[in-house]
């Protein structure tokens, strides 16, 4: 098999070998990446303890709890109209190609899935634990859903309709036709949750203020609004804000801050988890337990090192075939 892969890639045009060597290359580059970002996470994983909701420093933690429902509308799945506390659906329809041949004889089909719906949750839900709740912010998560689900169907679906994706199983079974592919994952209401991300607690003492920093962003806002800036601190009315009046501008958005700060100290505590700011910390939601989180990114990384390993013996290999012979 070797021999007639070797005669292939000697008497391939040089323009194919080079997208190969091309190919290749990228393959190695992918795996030498993935070696060391999965290797990064399950480290990540197994160095960072895992904390208690009312004691959480701010910033990146490790949590476990109960996942629950917020109070008011809840969230439900449009395919399986259950409740859950995040969901992802993919609705696809086959189409079928065909190439035309000189005769019917040689006329070939194909078909592919076109997706033609599809949503993912952003909705926010509650964890856990014995000490608090925190408010959980899914978007832009590494979620492991607890189901995971893939059926076929005999039409489209609209989430206004009262039939659910179930539903339409049943039907392709008496119609016979699945030419519509249904996929749906979904983290139920009442899971035992993991979590990595970055916690923040707005309100209450714990909350750390920036004045400076706000200050910035509501003359910045203000700014935004020359109508209002006129109207409030132009004195003279000349249609500018002058020197003078640019300082009063300033005083006040101190004050409004300074304001805002004092009722935010005795507001209740509002603990959240949502997507670390620094790209190179993961934010993951997982239904499963942190040691098979940790043993599964190892994997990843072992099978990134095996791909490495045979694509670089492969470019390797056909360089030397083609080119140093």
């Known amino acids: 098999m070797l021999d007639s892969i070797k005669q292939q890639i000697i008497a391939a045009d040089s323009v194919g070998i080079i997208i190969l060597l091309v ?25 960072t303890p895992t904390s208690k909701i009312r004691s959480a420093h701010q910033g990146f ?18 395919l399986s109209k259950r409740q859950c506390l995040w969901y992802s659906y993919k609705i696809e329809h086959k189409v079928r190609e065909y190439d035309i041949g000189h005769d019917a004889a040689d006329s070939l089909s194909k078909s592919n899935w076109e997706t033609v719906q599809s949503e993912v949750s952003d909705n926010l839900f509650l964890l856990a634990d014995d000490t608090g ?23 489209n679906f609209d989430a206004s309709d009262s039939m659910s994706g179930s539903a339409a199983l049943s039907l392709s079974a008496l119609t016979g036709r699945n030419n519509y592919r249904y996929t749906e994952k979904r983290i139920d209401v009442g899971e035992d949750l993991y ?14 203020l920036d ?30 804000i002058d020197l003078q009046e ?14 805002s700060f004092g009722e935010r ?61």
């Not at 043993?295 to 045979?310: E, L, P, T």
């Open 265 to 325: 100290l005795v507001q209740q505590e509002i603990h959240t988890v949502s997507k670390p700011i620094d790209s190179r910390r993961p934010f993951i939601i997982s239904v499963e337990s942190q040691e098979s989180i940790a043993n599964k990114y190892r994997w990843y990384s072992r099978g990134s090192m095996i791909g490495f390993f045979f694509g670089g013996v492969s470019f390797v290999w056909v360089l030397g075939i083609r080119f140093l012979h």
């Open 246 to 259: 640019w300082q009063k501008v300033v005083s006040m958005a101190e004050l409004e801050v300074e304001k």
């Open 61 to 78: 933690v490790e949590l476990e709890g109960e996942g629950r429902l917020m109070k008011g509308t809840p969230i439900v799945s449009p």
């Open 133 to 155: 709740i925190c408010v959980v912010d899914p978007d832009g998560a590494v979620i492991t859903p607890s189901f995971s689900k893939t059926w076929y169907g005999s039409r």
């Open 23 to 47: 190919i290749l290359a990228l393959c190695c580059s992918g795996s030498l990446y993935g070696i060391f970002r999965f290797f990064h996470r399950s480290r990540i994983i197994d160095d």
């Open 195 to 208: 979590l990595l991300g970055r916690f923040k607690t707005i309100g209450g003492r714990r909350e750390k």
């Open 211 to 240: 004045k400076k920093g706000e200050v910035r962003d509501l003359l910045s806002h203000w700014k935004n609004k020359p109508d209002f800036l006129l109207a409030r601190f132009d004195e003279n009315g000349d249609g500018e």
